[in-house]
């Protein structure tokens, strides 16, 4: 049976085994048991999306090294907001943190799905369910 998430006015399901560590600045990890992560975190700087997403980049790449940034059409994943896939090396793996930006309950928020290459991959329809239901309860939007 799906655990629920319910914070920050957001709901959805995911896999049980999928464990979910509270952050107390604010955010919330969904951990995958082969490693890879969902994080969901309130952004409340009035920065645009591109310098947050920007920002994140930068950051990565100056613990992992060069970080290759794919930008993404955001209606694909949600109505508003910027989407990017970035991607690393770690040790010998490839990485792939696929960022989401967007406005939601009346919130922003920072989407990151993350794995190596090949989890990414095996998990990409959980992701994507998890962001259908996030567009589905979005209040407020009208869909044609």
Request: aromatic share 10%; glycine share 6%; proline share 5%.
């Amino acid at each position: 049976m799906p655990a629920t998430f319910e914070h920050f006015g957001l709901r959805f399901l995911y896999p049980d085994n999928w464990v979910s560590v509270v952050d107390p600045e604010g955010g919330v990890t969904l951990q995958m048991p082969n490693g890879g992560f969902c994080s969901i975190l309130r952004e409340e700087t009035t920065n645009s999306e591109a310098v947050i997403l920007d920002q994140i980049a930068a950051a990565i790449g100056a613990d992992y090294g060069e970080v290759e940034k794919e930008l993404l059409p955001i209606d694909a994943f949600l109505d508003e907001g910027v989407a990017a896939d970035l991607r690393f090396y770690y040790l010998d793996l490839m990485i792939v943190s696929r960022l989401i930006i967007a406005p939601l309950d009346g919130q922003r928020f920072v989407i990151q799905f993350q794995a190596e290459c090949r989890d990414f991959d095996a998990n990409e329809a959980v992701f994507s369910a998890i962001i259908k239901q996030l567009r589905e309860t979005e209040p407020n939007q009208t869909r044609s």
